[in-house]
């Protein structure tokens, strides 16, 4: 029995390749995505907890994120009754970003600020204890007793 | 009897009817020839872009990306005899410092053939990366909760190299066959 006709079969062998036509030209499809990543800075400094001399040094945690032409610094300054000083050991190993800080010597605590972090990127130091940078204020005085009156220290992280 | 010559008269009729139109037909070849096919397409929940970011979950903390998982792969394929069909993707620019991540999960339950393998978590690169393979003739169906799931996040990779801003990257994914 005669089903189809010549220019039906012809017609639909056309439709088929223009079909498949169409599918090659999509055989890729692409989309956009946006990232958005926006400038930050989050830090925390507390005393030691760990098992290592608790409580006699402090611990600086920090991430942050800059602009291309943005840096950060941390400043530090306190009053004391008594002359102290300020030491800061970066964290083992260091994290890439984290700018020149204060190293041998310590700085001097003063009551107007002083850079003790520099030229700080994006970075993030650690937020297990042992891997943060380390914050020991010590007494600026040879022989000075073991127990002094408190001493207020601010840190501030600026962004230029 | 009569009744009965009537009737088996008529139906000799019929059947002689039936043959003839029978041998009065035509035989005709015909030759179908049938293309491979690859169509695919992106269908995004909601949006037509898909926005990525990173959060902090504490100070020290690395930064973390939250996974996106509202795009989805369609794709309809025939394959020729004997092929297989990969799908590949690839980014138009890395982001310094992140690494914009892939996950395919597998094809959704809709739709027929052999939809392939898909591959383990990949970083998106600039060039082409495999992503589905052993594709035979198939169909996902189409739309938002058909086919592939597309599941991209952003993990650190160089924190120091990580610059704050808004950047577009075109992710294009290429079938091909062989």
């Given at each position: 029995?005669?089903?189809?006709?010549?220019?039906?079969?012809?017609?639909c062998?056309?439709?088929?390749?223009a079909?498949?036509?169409?599918?090659?030209?999509?055989?890729?499809?692409?989309?956009l995505?946006?990232?958005?990543?926006?400038n930050?800075?989050?830090?925390?400094?507390?005393?030691?907890?760990?098992?290592?001399?608790?409580g006699?040094?402090?611990c600086?945690?920090i991430?942050?994120l800059?602009?291309p032409?943005?840096?950060?610094?941390?400043?530090?300054?306190?009053i004391?009754?008594?002359?102290?000083?300020?030491?800061?050991e970066?964290?083992?190993?260091?994290p890439?970003?984290?700018?020149?800080?204060?190293?041998?010597?310590g700085?001097?605590?003063?009551p107007?600020?002083q850079?003790?972090?520099a030229?700080?990127?994006?970075c993030?130091t650690?937020s297990?204890e042992?891997?943060t940078?380390?914050?020991?204020?010590?007494?600026?005085?040879?022989?000075?007793?073991?127990?002094?009156?408190?001493?207020q220290?601010?840190?501030?992280l600026?962004?230029n | 009897?009569?009744l009965?010559k009537?009737v088996t008269?008529?139906?000799?009729?019929f059947?002689s009817i039936?043959v003839?139109?029978?041998?009065?037909?035509?035989?005709e070849?015909?030759?179908a020839?049938?293309?491979?096919?690859?169509?695919?397409?992106?269908?995004?929940?909601?949006?037509?872009?898909?926005?990525?970011?990173?959060?902090?979950p504490?100070a020290?903390s690395?930064?973390t990306g939250a996974p996106?998982?509202s795009s989805?792969?369609?794709?309809?394929?025939?394959?020729g005899?004997?092929?297989?069909?990969?799908?590949?993707?690839?980014?138009?620019q890395?982001?310094?410092?992140?690494?914009?991540k892939?996950t395919?999960?597998p094809?959704?339950?809709?739709?027929?053939?052999?939809?392939g393998?898909v591959?383990?978590?990949?970083?998106?690169?600039?060039?082409?990366?495999p992503?589905?393979?052993?594709?035979?003739s198939?169909?996902?169906?189409?739309g938002?909760?058909?086919?592939?799931?597309?599941?991209?996040?952003?993990?650190e990779?160089?924190?120091d190299?990580?610059?704050?801003?808004?950047t577009?990257v075109?992710?294009t994914?290429?079938?091909?066959s062989n």
């Open positions: 029995m005669r089903s189809f006709t010549p220019a039906f079969l012809a017609a062998l056309l439709l088929l390749s079909t498949a036509a169409q599918a090659q030209d999509a055989s890729w499809d692409s989309h995505i946006l990232i958005r990543l926006d930050m800075a989050s830090y925390r400094i507390e005393r030691s907890q760990g098992k290592n001399d608790p006699k040094h402090y600086l945690r991430t942050s800059v602009r032409d943005e840096t950060r610094m941390i400043s530090v300054k306190g004391s009754p008594v002359p102290v000083r300020i030491y800061i970066p964290s083992n190993p260091e890439a970003g984290l700018g020149p800080m204060i190293r041998e010597g700085l001097a605590l003063k107007s600020d850079v003790c972090i030229d700080l990127k994006s993030f650690s297990e042992k891997n940078i380390i914050i020991r204020i010590l007494p600026d005085l040879p022989g000075a007793p073991a127990a002094f009156a408190f001493c220290v601010i840190y501030t600026f962004t | 009897m009569p009965i009537v008269m008529t139906v000799l009729v059947i039936g003839t139109n029978a041998q009065t037909g035509q035989t070849t015909l030759n020839s049938i293309p491979e096919i690859a169509s695919l397409r992106i269908r995004i929940d909601g949006n037509s872009i898909i926005p990525l970011s990173v959060s902090v504490g020290g690395p930064l996106n998982s989805w792969l369609g794709v309809t394929t025939v394959v005899a004997g092929k297989k069909g990969t799908i590949s993707v690839r980014v138009s890395m982001i310094p410092g992140l690494n914009l892939l395919v999960a094809c959704t339950a809709f739709g027929d053939g052999i939809k393998t591959a383990s978590d990949r970083v998106l690169c600039l060039t082409d990366q992503v589905i393979s052993d594709i035979g198939m169909y996902t169906g189409g938002v909760g058909y086919g592939y799931n597309l599941t991209y996040w952003l993990a990779n160089g924190m190299q990580i610059r704050g801003g808004a577009s075109v992710v994914y290429t079938y091909s």
